[in-house]
């Protein structure tokens, strides 16, 4: 974990995940400027959910024809240059907000593989004992980045106003794509290039279908998916109107309580990873009950603080079932197929948590909201299911 790849690896994804936040800040405050409707700030999520989607189905087909490197580098390029086209466009004063959604959309398409094959590099950087603690790190660095640049955002969004705020963001992706060249050259996929591009777009599918160790981990995230829509802002915002009758200053709370409880627990694994690896096949059950457990508390709570404290646990929780999970499945999975089956993954988790953003939505219409989150425990506690196959895959 200590060497110039990994730092490499990490430290240009950090600037790659500050560089989102802020870009995501000033486009909502964009299109809020040039609309003043609350539907089209809406729409940004839509759009860059909708283009990540397509970009993680198409990415087999780029992932048979070029180097992992090749294919980070070159996001990261593309996406300075649309966000260089962005900044013209503001520049010279277009008003038209769709095509600074269409822009919004190619430059989250670029992004769509830009995860996957990080995740993919990991398994080629770090020693095999030391991948729990590797994925920890990384999701402390992730966590901190995130939760931090939305604050950090918001304030450089005032101080520096639209136009500055995406130069920055602009000199973010150069010095991350400068960090990604950097990266050594990994194997390409073993997988026949020649089955035509409909066959390619399902390798990653047929590779989870083949390896019968990964068909649990994809029922996890599939049912985890559906079940974490509870925890959207728009739920969330509810709840705190609606069960604890307090300002929307406590929906800012609950999210940072979270927030902080996914950084502690990654920073934990890091730290504390042999103990985390070798009792793993345990953690993955006690993750699911505990989180169960603590989101039909919260369902039918009604004390503020209590709401920040099961928060808290949920994000703890929570983490340290995602970095077990990751962990598994980079040790399951051949390494030179990584990048496809996290494409996979990526297509399944985003089509379902958009499509369940909706459902719960509609839900919302004609069920109270605890009834929301006590279904959501529900699914949660539906995944110990996918987990005892996995113990017994790990024990095997």
């Not at 670029?110 to 993919?120: Q, T, V, Y």
Request: aromatic residues 14%; proline residues 3%.
């Amino acid at each position: 974990m200590h060497s110039n790849a990994f730092r490499n690896l990490w430290f240009g994804q950090a600037l790659a995940n500050m560089g989102d936040v802020f870009y995501i800040v000033g486009l909502i405050s964009l299109v809020y400027n040039l609309t003043g409707s609350a539907v089209y700030m809406t729409a940004v999520p839509l759009v860059i959910t909708f283009s990540r989607f397509i970009s993680s189905m198409a990415a087999p087909l780029l992932l048979n024809r070029f180097q992992m490197r090749s294919l980070i580098a070159y996001s990261q390029m593309g996406k300075t240059f649309f966000l260089c086209t962005f900044l013209l466009m503001m520049v010279v004063n277009m008003g038209n907000v769709w095509v600074y959604l269409g822009c919004a959309g190619i430059i989250s398409f670029l992004d769509g593989w830009a995860l996957p094959a990080r995740n993919s590099y990991v398994p080629y950087l770090v020693k095999r004992e030391e991948l729990m603690g590797a994925n920890g790190f990384l999701s402390t660095v992730d966590q901190t980045i995130q939760f931090s640049s939305w604050a950090l955002g918001g304030i450089l969004l005032a101080l520096l106003n639209e136009t500055n705020l995406f130069i920055a963001v602009i000199v973010l992706f150069l010095a991350s794509t400068f960090f990604m060249l950097k990266l050594p050259v990994i194997p390409m996929t073993t997988l026949e290039v020649r089955k035509v591009w409909w066959q390619q777009l399902g390798e990653g599918w047929s590779e989870v279908k083949r390896r019968k160790g990964l068909v649990p981990v994809f029922w996890i995230y599939g049912l985890e998916s559906i079940s974490g829509t509870v925890w959207i802002a728009a739920v969330l915002y509810l709840y705190v109107d609606l069960k604890l009758e307090r300002g929307e200053e406590w929906w800012g709370f609950i999210n940072s309580s979270f927030f902080i409880g996914l950084v502690l627990a990654s920073y934990a694994i890091f730290k504390l990873h042999t103990i985390f690896s070798n009792h793993r096949d345990k953690w993955l059950p006690v993750c699911m009950v505990i989180t169960s457990a603590v989101t039909i508390i919260f369902a039918w709570n009604k004390i503020a603080f209590l709401a920040l404290v099961l928060s808290f646990l949920f994000g703890v929780f929570d983490q340290i079932k995602n970095v077990v999970l990751q962990t598994y499945l980079q040790e399951t999975a051949p390494p030179q197929e990584l990048g496809k089956i996290y494409a996979a993954q990526g297509a399944l988790t985003t089509l379902l948590f958009g499509l369940s953003s909706v459902g719960v939505g509609l839900l919302l219409e004609v069920l109270h909201i605890s009834v929301i989150f006590s279904l959501s425990a529900l699914l949660l506690l539906s995944t110990l299911i996918p987990v005892r196959v996995m113990q017994k895959n790990i024990k095997a």
